[in-house]
């Protein structure tokens, strides 16, 4: 048998942490760039399926990257770093 994979509920609420931590930080839905990051984090969360990007915000000198993890065993990841002179 596989691996046990995230049900609807827990990939919601993984994605509303991470949600939570954007918003904390002032980034929920303030740049432009960070629109893949939702429309992934809505495919992830509906179809199930894992996702991982890098989104670069020049704005603030700063990528995001991000893991949308499907196995129940793995926790999804988001990072956020600093780039100097980033463009």
Not at 23 to 47: C, N, P, V, W
Not at 52 to 74: D, W
């Amino acid at each position: 048998m596989g691996p046990s994979l995230k049900t609807l509920t827990e990939r919601i609420n993984e994605i509303k942490n991470i949600y939570v931590k954007l918003e904390e930080l002032g980034l929920h839905k303030r740049f432009d760039s960070m629109e893949s990051f939702y429309k992934d984090a809505q495919t992830y969360i509906r179809e199930g399926i894992s996702i991982q990007g890098k989104i670069k915000i020049p704005e603030i000198e700063r990528v995001f990257y991000y893991k949308l993890v499907t196995r129940s065993n793995q926790a999804c990841e988001a990072l956020l770093k600093f780039v100097k002179g980033l463009e």
